[in-house]
């Protein structure tokens, strides 16, 4: 069935380091690739997505890009934030519409 | 305009009892999902409505779980003899556009949490 690893935390970086999460998936067809964020005491907010193959998804200084011959969709951000900490969760959906998600990675910045 | 919101925000019960946990979606959204989320870990789908139908009911645990939506907007979770391996965030989901859609995006509510003793 369809699944998303992504790489175990917590991620502890400095205040304008490059972030790399790793994730990579299973699927069967052409799934849609998600990162969610989730900040301490909030729900969780969609941060990019990207539907088809070799698309980027892009918000807020994140990138993705939907590599469909690694099956990887790993997140980035050039410079981060203390801002940015929180926990951030791989996902995918099928032709079913239900998400499926990776098990979260915590990043923690420190100034 | 609002987003989805989630009553109660937390809800403590004992074990065996009867709970419902409720949630508002997005208003026009036709499509709502239900998942869970256990301490440490990503959300799990439970169960999806497309309008006032269970679509895909696939990730409800067994049959102490049930969900209804009658009028395409609102919809229950409901949870009878409770037990403490229950205990968990319980997150519902709207999205416009009917699942399995590419342009699809589900946004969430703040979740309530369940705690059983």
């Known amino acids: 069935g369809n699944s998303v690893t992504q790489m175990e935390g917590p991620v502890t970086l400095s205040e304008e380091a490059f972030l790399t999460i790793n994730c990579t998936y299973t699927?069967?067809?052409?799934?849609?690739l998600f990162w969610y964020v989730q900040y301490p005491g909030e729900g969780l907010q969609l941060l990019l997505k990207?539907?088809?193959?070799?698309d980027k998804g892009s918000n807020k200084g994140f990138e993705a890009t939907y590599r469909k011959e690694t099956t990887s969709f790993h997140l980035e951000k050039g410079s981060v934030q203390v801002s940015d900490s929180a926990v951030y969760f791989c996902?995918?959906?099928?032709?079913?519409?239900?998400?499926?998600f990776g098990q979260g990675t915590t990043l923690q910045v420190k100034p | 305009g609002a987003g989805v919101s989630q009553t109660p925000s937390n809800k403590v019960t004992e074990k065996g009892k009867y709970v419902e946990l409720r949630c508002d979606p997005i208003?026009?959204?036709?499509?709502l999902y239900w998942y869970r989320q256990s301490l440490g870990q990503g959300p799990e789908f439970l169960i999806y409505?497309?309008?006032?139908?269970?679509?895909?009911d696939s990730g409800l645990p067994n049959d102490r779980f049930f969900a209804v939506r009658p009028e395409g907007s609102v919809s229950t979770l409901k949870i009878q003899r409770t037990e403490r391996g229950d205990s968990a965030v319980y997150l519902c989901?709207?999205?416009?556009?009917?699942?399995?859609?590419?342009?699809?995006?589900?946004?969430f509510g703040p979740g309530t949490r369940l705690t059983v003793l």
């Open positions: 989901a709207s999205s416009f556009l009917p699942a399995g859609g590419r342009e699809d995006t589900q946004y």
């Open positions: 699927a069967t067809g052409y799934p849609s």
């Open positions: 990207a539907t088809k193959a070799d």
């Open positions: 996902a995918l959906t099928g032709n079913t519409g239900k998400l499926i």
């Open positions: 208003s026009g959204h036709t499509a």
């Open positions: 409505f497309q309008g006032t139908g269970a679509a895909d």
